[in-house]
């Protein structure tokens, strides 16, 4: 008997009644691959009260499985981490937050698993699992629970030591996960995506020369620096939190000695999670090993400049990369790497005869409730690596753009069929991450790779990765353009400034906060980044496709980068493909992306547009609609966001500016605001002015940022707003050349 495996030998009269194998082998219609019908499931046959179940959990070995998987139902749906099997009690008011005579009542049903496609027809056999529905009953039904416990459900899946007993295959069954890694099932996953899934490799895609790459020989304990003549060379990555300062870090000074074989420090001498990586990858058959800490001469800003600009091919020719998501620092470790270095968190029992457990959750629900899933660094890591070993404190999983794997879950014969998901409703067993997979979607005229998808692909990263963190804040632009230049490389992207994509260059300007924003400062609380970036704020951040490209307000517009202060024309390019038909050979703006690594750091923009000058009052407004974000975000509490009304020298209601509620509550009177012209409206919102004097065609709005003037050209972004053409007009603006810091 393992040690996660309930000892207990009795089982409750309410529980002994329950038909497990019926359960778990149905005996009722069900669709097949094949016909794809929706399965003609029996209604879920009523149990005990959750209360109840609570309280013979440690008499009862099913009543205990139902609680554990609520319990763990509960934590994945809160994004909280699985709970352990010492986590202490469980009551109805540590899980839903009511009084513990509450009454809810377990439900128990078959759940089987569907196809959601293939492209063979050799379809393995379906697998059961019991699913545990709450409903609240009685004088109960009106009582508010947190989480809404109809939104909670609890499964149970058969361990495929009890496969021959039903008759079946081990296919979709559990496995038991004990305290150490089977290695030998990493192995085999490997071979199964090198061998059945027709993807990118790294041998068939070479970087732009020079590429060289420090790595980590583990057989001759030293760095090794590859340059161009090496030719391609096998290599693991690794993706960590660091958790503060390294003591172990290449520098100027030590790297003469590190290049020297035996030069390294003793492996032992290292973090955990370093050294358990070096122990892993050899036992994977790696020689060599990428970790930025040791292959990044951290002191010598050219060169480490020079391997930021080159991180899209260093994870993406990683043969796999090693992900540690337990923990929060180098310390924590790979769970399982070293025998008996992983806690239990597998709760399984023998009942009626058949080896029963609590699955774990699937990657998509794990890695919500880790550190490493909130860092910045490990975002980019995260898009460009190819294959991922994925370390969690509970299971190791496996990830590559075709298949994921885990350890708790037999689900590798589908790993061989190329396209096939299948799920359980409402979860998928086998999608990944997310990841950017640019290499198959270069194509302009296919929507993943045109100008527009590109584009939308942008903003939804844009949106995650604005709200993670970073030990020096400054960090957030050389964490990003590792994802930007791999974004480069496809036919519908242009190039970014200060991480604006410059096809829909307006939009992008035109971002709009999630909630309050503070100006970035690095670790030497200087500000780094202009202020019409959403890289110079602190907060999370979306970009809304507001802007109508056909109708452009600024007909040219400058980066300025460099102590230089060289200014590079942007290109001038809307979503229309054709545009992207002529796209330079060469230059920041090509797919090789020449010098794109000083215009990402372009410090102002030029160009020349109309400034007009309207007044605020702290007057508010509550139409529904704009901008897009703040219908999105109306009930968000986190959000402190505010529409406050734009007005002209009459008083007229005349557009609309948000900005944060903080700000809003120091306003007082009426504060003169200049607003710098940016692009007409292109979205189907309306503009937000007097309807009594205004037109509401939305057609008629002027998207502009409220500004404030520094110097007698140069201006810093306060914040987006919309203006109606008409008053727009009326207050005579004026045409300059701003320059934008």
């Known amino acids: ?171 979709h069954l559990g496995r038991e996960v004990g305290s150490s890694v089977d290695l030998e099932l990493l192995r085999r996953w490997l071979d199964i995506c090198a061998e059945h899934h027709d993807h990118y490799t790294p041998s068939t895609r070479r970087p732009p020369s020079p590429f060289t790459i420090n790595l980590i020989d583990i057989h001759q304990r030293r760095i090794f620096s590859s340059g161009p003549g090496d030719g391609y060379i096998n290599y693991a990555a690794l993706s960590y939190t660091w958790g503060g300062d390294q003591k172990f870090k290449l520098l100027q000074s030590n790297y003469d000695h590190w290049i020297v074989p035996g030069g390294l420090p003793d492996f032992e001498q290292l973090p955990k999670t370093i050294k358990q990586a070096i122990e892993l990858a050899s036992q994977m058959g790696k020689r060599y090993l990428w970790v930025d800490a040791l292959c990044i001469i951290q002191d010598n800003k050219q060169a480490r400049d020079a391997q930021l600009q080159q991180m899209n091919w260093i994870y993406e020719l990683a043969e796999f990369t090693i992900v540690a998501a337990a923990g929060s620092d180098a310390e924590a470790g790979l769970p399982g790497i070293v025998p008996g270095s992983r806690s239990l968190f597998q709760l399984t029992a023998n009942i009626q005869g058949l080896n029963i457990a609590v699955p774990f959750p699937t990657l998509n629900s794990t890695i919500p409730s880790t550190k490493w899933n909130t860092r910045g660094w490990t975002y980019q890591e995260q898009l460009l690596s190819n294959t991922a070993i994925i370390f969690t404190p509970h299971q190791v999983y496996f990830q590559c753009d075709r298949k994921v794997f885990q350890e708790d879950v037999h689900i590798e014969l589908e790993g061989r069929l190329r396209n096939i998901t299948w799920e359980y409703p409402g979860i998928l067993l086998s999608v990944p991450m997310e990841r950017l997979n640019t290499f198959r979607t270069l194509s302009l005229f296919i929507h993943e790779g045109s100008p527009t998808g590109i584009f939308e692909r942008y903003k939804n990263i844009v949106e995650i990765y604005t709200t993670r963190d970073f030990g020096d804040p400054g960090d957030i632009l050389p964490g990003f353009i590792g994802i930007t230049n791999a974004f480069q490389r496809a036919p519908g992207s242009m190039g970014y400034v200060a991480g604006l994509s410059v096809a829909g260059f307006e939009d992008a300007l035109l971002w709009v906060p999630k909630g309050p924003l503070s100006r970035r400062r690095n670790l030497q609380d200087e500000i780094v980044y202009p202020s019409w970036s959403f890289f110079g704020w602190k907060g999370g951040c979306q970009i809304e496709g507001i802007s109508d490209p056909q109708a452009p307000l600024v007909g040219e517009w400058f980066a300025v980068h460099g102590a230089e202060e060289k200014r590079s024309r942007l290109p001038m390019v809307t979503y229309d493909a054709g545009h992207f038909r002529d796209r330079p050979l060469t230059g920041p703006f090509s797919a090789k992306g020449s010098g794109s690594w000083d215009v990402a750091h372009s410090h102002a923009l030029e160009f020349k547009t109309f400034v007009g000058s309207f007044y605020i009052t702290g007057q508010q407004h509550f139409e529904r609609g704009f901008p897009v974000l703040s219908r999105r975000h109306s009930h968000d509490i986190n959000s402190k966001l505010v529409t406050m009304c734009i007005f002209d020298e009459e008083d007229h209601w005349v557009g609309t500016v948000m900005i944060a509620e903080n700000e809003g509550r120091g306003i007082s009177g009426r504060v003169r605001r200049e607003f710098l012209a940016i692009s007409t409206r292109g979205s189907p919102v309306g503009c937000y002015a007097d309807p009594s004097l205004y037109s509401t065609n939305w057609r008629k709005a002027l998207n502009v940022i409220m500004a404030e003037r520094i110097n007698e050209r140069e201006f810093e972004r306060l914040a987006v707003a919309v203006i109606h053409e008409d008053a727009w007009k009326a207050g005579k603006p004026v045409e300059e050349y701003v320059r934008f810091v």
């Open 1 to 171: 008997m393992n040690a996660n495996q309930d000892s207990s030998a009795s089982i409750c009269a309410c529980c002994a009644s329950v038909p497990l194998q019926s359960y778990f082998q149905p005996n009722f219609p069900f669709s097949t691959p094949c016909t794809r019908e929706p399965h003609q499931y029996p209604e879920p046959v009523a149990h005990d009260l959750l209360a109840d179940v609570l309280y013979r959990k440690d008499s009862c070995k099913f009543c205990r499985l139902i609680g554990h998987a609520i319990h763990a139902a509960v934590n994945e749906f809160q994004h909280l981490p699985l709970p352990s099997l010492d986590d202490g009690e469980i009551s109805l008011n540590k899980l839903f937050g009511v009084a513990n005579d509450t009454q809810i009542r377990c439900f128990i049903r078959s759940e089987a698993t569907e196809m959601l496609e293939s492209e063979f027809l050799l379809i393995p056999n379906q697998a059961f699992r019991v699913v545990i529905t709450l409903r609240l009953e009685g004088s109960s039904k009106t009582v508010q629970t947190i989480p809404d416990v109809t939104q909670i459900r609890g499964m149970l899946q058969l361990l495929d030591s009890s496969a021959e007993i039903l008759n079946t295959t081990p296919h």
